[in-house]
T-cell receptor, first 115, second 111 residues
Framework: NAGVMQNPRHLVRRRGQEARLRCSPM?????VYWYRQLPEEGLKFMVY????????ESGMPKERFSAEFPKEGPSILRIQQVVRGDSAAYFC?????????????FGPGTRLTVT | QKEVEQNSGPLSVPEGAIASLNCTYS??????FFWYRQYSGKSPELIMS????GDKEDGRFTAQLNKASQYVSLLIRDSQPSDSATYLC???????????FGAGTRLFVKA
């Protein structure tokens, strides 16, 4: 049973370009979460999605960042016009979406470097 | 602002000793509690979840929850050098799905 998959694992973008990060949840999981982690810092919640719905995006920067989880295909975290401060590890996690089963399982992450 | 607090460490213990990691949280409505291990450059790995007051044991790991004190801990018995990592405490609020992570405690187990 495949775990959470993320791609690409490493992404280099120049300032002003767009970054698109993909996440496929574990089989049977309907909830997806995105987190950002700066070096030597903790995980910061960004957004929580179910299929075709954003449930909580309270951690997302108001500009340049967006997320989606379409009916078909992976969840996408999109960062427009990247700046050096966007350089970080971005982790996706998934959970079953069942009441009482709140454990989140993480993918390997995408390391974004903005030059 | 809902918060999860951990001592950043580093916590250093000799091999074979018990490592004790602590975490406090601010939201009294929290329902689910988790411990993750994160090795340098890797993603977090779930090692324990606990939902009810008391102790929960899994191998060398014991999670302890005290909702009245808003306190959760992780004990690692017979610590091994391979346990050296950052341990993240995570707390789910009412409804459970959104989870807030603490900044983590760095553990070093000396051989």
């Amino acid at each position: 049973n495949a775990g959470v998959m993320q791609n690409p694992r490493h992404l280099v973008r120049r300032r002003g370009q767009e970054a698109r990060l993909r996440c496929s949840p574990m089989k049977g999981h309907s909830h997806v979460y995105w987190y950002r982690q700066l070096p030597e810092e903790g995980l910061k919640f960004m957004v929580y999605l179910q299929k075709e719905n954003i449930i909580d995006e309270s951690g997302m920067p108001k500009e340049r960042f967006s997320a989606e989880f379409p009916k078909e295909g992976p969840s996408i975290l999109r960062i427009q016009q990247v700046v050096r401060g966007d350089s970080a590890a971005y982790f996706c996690a998934s959970s079953p979406g069942l009441s009482g089963a709140y454990e989140q399982y993480f993918g390997p992450g995408t390391r974004l470097t903005v030059t | 602002q809902k918060e999860v607090e951990q001592n950043s460490g580093p916590l250093s213990v000799p091999e074979g000793a018990i490592a004790s990691l602590n975490c406090t949280y601010s939201d009294r409505g929290s329902q689910s509690f988790f411990w993750y291990r994160q090795y340098s450059g890797k993603s977090p790995e779930l090692i324990m979840s606990i939902y009810s007051n008391g102790d929960k044991e899994d191998g060398r790991f014991t999670a302890q929850l005290n909702k009245a004190s808003q306190y959760v801990s992780l004990l690692i018995r017979d610590s091994q050098p391979s346990d050296s990592a950052t341990y993240l405490c995570a707390v789910g609020g009412a409804g459970g799905f959104k989870t807030i992570f603490g900044a983590g405690t760095r553990l070093f187990v000396k051989a």
